[in-house]
């Protein structure tokens, strides 16, 4: 078959670009015999650490010992421009400061790589043979194959085996001719130069958000934690963003930690953008100054009161703003571990937010947590549970798939929404209850709640005249139904959705399956 038809090439000058067993439609350019690849290919499927700062026309690549820069005019061709100002980064310079596999071919010219190795089935031709572009037996040659080749196995077929070559052709082979190994994996070892400090604790994170809007928080902190079995730690919301500037709004306060250690609990400060003011966190965060001005107030912030963490609650960082979120994390990170401060980030469950790219995240803070709610909002065009059983799971698997165990907490909601539909109209309202409130709107309306396995929680609605009231009961059975999930998936911890919506006695569950 001929290799340019084959990779969609259009000209001698486009480089095909094939990762993790997968032929890209993306393409990279031979200019003066180096392969160049623009930066959001880069981002998306290489290394999503580099970072284009477009400001200052610069590409930043951060790691645990230094920060490199690069401009398309310093002279080393690892950056250049196109006529339309897009970055482009040298392949040469992608494989020297990458955490990847990566060979440059020829004839085509084509770039082969991978960056995850776990999971990978692979096997060995056990004679020599073709590899075909479909299935069937007269199909066009892609390469020939030989004997004691090593494949990578993507499917499995009633006659013949799907397989990636090393050389970057994904075709078709006689099941005769290869073996699986089950036994056998790729092989890789992480340069030290790309590994980040982490914090971890020896025990699971039992943490619960202490919802604070004024200096006065350390008021109610008594209140929130007496009665909180297994509690240790705590994560109060003490930073906004209060400008473009990256100053801060901080409602931190000394004698709140003081008063936390003191009960056993650990501080980790929250800083988030949820306030839905006017202020866009992705532009305050594509600038360096204001990077830096954030995390150098946290840090100082963290000096003074002795707290002992950060926790980074971003919700409204979109797409593009995704590399300059990254890029904030790992300047965060590098800061805080030098204070022996814990780095923690909530992120939606990956369904909605795969952009946040947590695999990246990982490599640099210290837990991530899932917020697995919301699964119905105020928004909803439909009314349903806040954070059905299923939809939690999907959530822990979705982000396993990128982030061990060992650094995922995951959230549940204290809070539950009752729903009121006016029938002749479709009209929807709803409302955040807390446990005992919700109780109450089961007994008001006389709904009559029974178990629902499926969704793990009680279900119930009843209705009256032209309107039917619904709720799907965030309770201490349902908050057992998620915390068996946790200790399934062995994850690092559970985190709530806020202190004082709960009743005390789903704390006692808590602290059971965290011990167990």
Same mark, same amino acid.
């Given at each position: 078959?001929?290799?340019?038809?084959?990779?969609?090439?259009?000209?001698?000058?486009?480089?095909?670009?094939?990762?993790?067993?997968?032929?890209?439609?993306?393409?990279?350019?031979?200019?003066?015999?180096?392969?160049?690849?623009?930066?959001?290919?880069?981002?998306?499927?290489?290394?999503?650490?580099?970072?284009?700062?477009?400001?200052?026309? +610069?590409?930043?690549?951060?790691?645990?010992?230094?920060?490199?820069?690069?401009?398309?005019?310093?002279?080393?061709?690892?950056?250049?421009?196109?006529?339309?100002?897009?970055?482009?980064?040298?392949?040469?310079?992608?494989?020297?400061?990458?955490?990847?596999?990566?060979?440059?071919?020829?004839?085509?010219?084509?770039?082969?790589?991978?960056?995850?190795?776990?999971?990978? !089935?692979?096997?060995?031709?056990?004679?020599?043979?073709?590899?075909?572009? +479909?299935?069937?037996?007269?199909?066009?040659?892609?390469?020939?194959?030989?004997?004691?080749?090593?494949?990578?196995?993507?499917?499995?077929?009633?006659?013949?085996?799907?397989?990636?070559?090393?050389?970057?052709?994904?075709?078709?082979?006689?099941?005769?001719?290869?073996?699986?190994?089950?036994?056998?994996?790729?092989?890789?070892?992480?340069?030290?130069?790309?590994?980040?400090?982490?914090?971890?604790?020896?025990?699971?994170?039992?943490?619960?958000?202490?919802?604070?809007?004024?200096?006065?928080?350390?008021?109610?902190?008594?209140?929130?934690?007496?009665?909180?079995?297994?509690?240790?730690?705590?994560?109060?919301?003490?930073?906004?963003?209060?400008?473009?500037?990256?100053?801060?709004?901080?409602?931190?306060?000394?004698?709140?930690?003081?008063?936390?250690?003191?009960?056993?609990?650990?501080?980790?400060?929250?800083?988030?953008?949820?306030?839905?003011?006017? !202020? +866009?966190?992705?532009?305050?965060?594509?600038?360096?100054?204001?990077?830096?001005?954030?995390?150098?107030?946290?840090?100082?912030?963290?000096?003074?009161?002795?707290?002992?963490?950060?926790?980074?609650?971003?919700?409204? !960082?979109?797409?593009?703003?995704?590399?300059?979120?990254?890029?904030?994390?790992?300047?965060?990170?590098?800061?805080?571990?030098?204070?022996?401060?814990?780095?923690?980030?909530?992120?939606?469950?990956?369904?909605?937010?795969?952009?946040?790219?947590?695999?990246?995240?990982?490599?640099?803070?210290?837990?991530?947590? !899932?917020?697995?709610?919301?699964?119905?909002?105020?928004?909803?065009?439909?009314?349903?549970?806040?954070?059905?059983?299923?939809?939690?799971?999907?959530?822990?698997?979705?982000?396993?798939?990128?982030?061990?165990?060992?650094?995922?907490?995951?959230?549940?909601?204290?809070?539950?929404?009752?729903?009121?539909?006016?029938?002749?109209?479709?009209?929807?309202?709803?409302?955040?209850?807390?446990?005992?409130?919700?109780?109450?709107?089961?007994? +008001?309306?006389?709904?009559?709640?029974?178990?629902?396995?499926?969704?793990?929680?009680?279900?119930?609605?009843?209705?009256?005249?032209?309107?039917?009231?619904?709720?799907?009961?965030?309770?201490?059975?349902?908050?057992?139904?998620?915390?068996?999930?946790?200790?399934?998936?062995?994850?690092?911890?559970?985190?709530?959705?806020?202190?004082?919506?709960?009743?005390?006695?789903?704390?006692?569950?808590?602290?059971?399956?965290?011990?167990?």
């Amino acid at each position: 078959m001929n290799k340019s038809e084959y990779y969609g090439l259009s000209s001698k000058t486009q480089v095909a670009l094939i990762v993790n067993d997968e032929v890209l439609k993306e393409k990279g350019l031979l200019i003066d015999g180096e392969v160049y690849i623009d930066y959001t290919t880069v981002w998306n499927y290489l290394n999503s650490g580099y970072y284009w700062e477009a400001s200052d026309s +610069r590409l930043l690549l951060t790691l645990p010992a230094e920060t490199n820069i690069w401009t398309p005019k310093d002279g080393s061709d690892a950056v250049i421009l196109d006529e339309n100002g897009v970055p482009y980064i040298s392949a040469t310079c992608i494989r020297k400061n990458s955490d990847i596999d990566m060979n440059i071919l020829k004839e085509p010219y084509r770039v082969v790589a991978r960056t995850y190795w776990n999971g990978v !089935i692979v096997g060995t031709m056990t004679e020599d043979s073709e590899l075909r572009y +479909r299935e069937w037996c007269n199909s066009e040659i892609l390469t020939e194959v030989k004997k004691g080749d090593t494949m990578v196995l993507l499917e499995d077929l009633q006659n013949c085996c799907r397989v990636s070559t090393t050389d970057g052709y994904i075709g078709y082979v006689p099941k005769g001719s290869f073996m699986q190994n089950n036994d056998a994996t790729l092989s890789h070892i992480t340069d030290a130069r790309f590994q980040f400090q982490k914090i971890s604790m020896d025990y699971k994170i039992s943490l619960g958000w202490h919802y604070v809007n004024s200096q006065e928080g350390k008021e109610s902190l008594s209140e929130r934690i007496s009665e909180a079995a297994g509690l240790n730690t705590i994560s109060p919301t003490w930073f906004s963003l209060a400008d473009e500037q990256g100053n801060l709004l901080s409602y931190a306060d000394k004698a709140y930690v003081e008063q936390a250690h003191a009960a056993g609990l650990q501080v980790w400060g929250m800083l988030d953008d949820v306030n839905k003011s006017s !202020i +866009r966190t992705g532009e305050v965060l594509a600038g360096a100054s204001a990077r830096a001005n954030i995390v150098q107030q946290l840090l100082q912030i963290a000096a003074d009161s002795h707290m002992d963490g950060i926790n980074v609650d971003f919700e409204f !960082i979109k797409e593009d703003s995704a590399p300059q979120y990254l890029q904030f994390l790992k300047e965060l990170c590098i800061a805080a571990h030098a204070q022996n401060l814990v780095v923690s980030t909530n992120n939606f469950v990956p369904i909605y937010t795969e952009y946040y790219k947590r695999a990246e995240q990982a490599k640099t803070v210290d837990y991530l947590i !899932i917020m697995g709610y919301d699964e119905h909002t105020a928004s909803s065009k439909k009314i349903g549970s806040v954070a059905s059983l299923p939809f939690v799971e999907q959530g822990i698997q979705d982000t396993l798939k990128e982030v061990s165990a060992e650094q995922v907490i995951n959230a549940i909601p204290f809070y539950t929404r009752s729903w009121v539909e006016t029938i002749d109209t479709s009209m929807t309202k709803s409302k955040v209850l807390d446990m005992d409130a919700a109780a109450a709107f089961v007994e +008001r309306h006389g709904i009559v709640t029974t178990w629902d396995a499926s969704v793990g929680q009680k279900v119930g609605s009843v209705e009256e005249e032209s309107v039917r009231y619904s709720i799907w009961l965030e309770d201490e059975q349902s908050v057992e139904a998620k915390m068996k999930l946790i200790t399934r998936y062995n994850l690092a911890g559970v985190a709530g959705w806020r202190l004082g919506l709960e009743r005390a006695s789903v704390w006692n569950i808590i602290a059971q399956y965290l011990a167990a």
